[in-house]
């Protein structure tokens, strides 16, 4: 299990790295500048790290703080998209597809638009990765890939279509090698 620090601190750091002062991130979450400063100082600890330079009562946020504030604000952001599209129903759920980024941009691309006509019921978010079905899971619900049959298995997957190869070669590079493929029964 993750070890997560406490939400109310996380809301904190993100509405003090946006107001710039503890005092307007207690207006904005109606709480004392005191109540602010302490769930900071918490958070500090937890993390180990600072995350605001103090002097009197003055804050400045330090660069590390600057960029964990920008990571919290984008995972709160999922968080409250998350809620938007569970509460819009099922049907907003999108069908992830895990694919690597070469295939899905020469591949699937060009047949994205057909793919969306024909299930206009649904929407589909594309998951990059370089192995996808590593990524098979809890993460997506479909992964593109080649080779990963038994990857798939062993992660609980099934296999929908089995892998087909097609070689293909230059006129010229098959004339040279043509003894050696014959031999090999390619």
Known sequence: ????????????????????????????????????????????????????????????????????????????????????????????????IALHPPFAHTWLAPRLSRLADSFPEYNFELVYVDRPSEAFGDEVDIAIDWGAELTSAEKGGDVLLPRAVTLVSTPSYLDDKHATLTRVGI
């Open 1 to 96: 299990m993750f070890k997560i620090p406490s939400l109310r601190g996380l809301l904190m750091l993100e509405a003090v790295a946006r107001h710039g002062t503890f005092r307007g991130a207690a207006q904005e979450l109606n709480t004392t500048p005191s109540a602010v400063s302490h769930r900071i100082a918490d958070l500090e600890a937890s993390l180990g790290a600072p995350l605001f330079n103090r002097s009197g009562r003055s804050v400045e946020i330090t660069a590390a703080g600057r960029e964990y504030a920008r990571e919290i604000r984008s995972a709160l952001g999922l968080i409250a998209t998350s809620g938007q599209r569970f509460s819009a129903g099922a049907e907003s759920v999108p069908i992830r």
